[in-house]
């Protein structure tokens, strides 16, 4: 015979997990919006639709909250392009390991995957609320930053960095491959943070499926202007 607490505990933790999600989705938002000290946890409470010491029993105080949101945001993302993300993470250690080194022709096939999978990552209205506070912790970074990048972009950068090293020919750790990695990821966040302008040069009164299809068309070419110095792409 099932017991009752046994029942009870379940729904309790099932109703504790929503609770915090709720927190999370609230803070990504205005955190997003108006940064730490904009924002009040009676706000984050009331938006969120739960009491305020939720705030405190689930992250201990709003830091601990706005901490918690880069956590949360590494999860989304990493739920959005994890297939993509574990694939070429896996490729590029196995290439490290010397089994099976990564020629010119697959690191363009794979630097165009990536940027197909993330141009379609920040053609999503999601990614909007996303990239707002990634923005705000890029013009003043915290402790949430340094989440941000060691649990998600530092490692796609490194496997992005040596494939580009593969086609320009250089060192992947020298200035001038990790600079040129640099471009092509800003190339592609561009089509996020830069929607307005891109919405008004194109005449596109939104983002919906046709102009997805043309946007990841975009990554090709991106990666196709990636050559050696002295070499005209083709």
Known sequence: MTKAPSL???TDTTRNDHTREKLLLAALELFGQYGFEGVSTRKLAERAGV??????????????LYNAVADYLIERLQIRVGDRRK??????AEAQSGDRPIDATEARDILIAVGESLLTLFADDESAIWVRYMVRE??????????IYTGFMQPMLTAVRHLVGILIEADPSSERTRLRTLSLVGSLIIYRVGRATILREMGWSAVGPEQIIAIRGIAA???????????SAT
């Open 138 to 147: 890029q013009a003043e970074p915290t402790e949430a930053f340094d989440r």
């Open 51 to 64: 009491n305020l010491q939720a705030i405190n029993y689930y992250f201990d105080n709003k830091r601990g």
């Open 8 to 10: 009870r505990s379940a």
């Open 221 to 231: 070419d991106l990666v196709a202007g990636i050559c050696p110095i002295g070499e």
């Open 87 to 92: 694939i070429v993470l896996e490729r590029f």
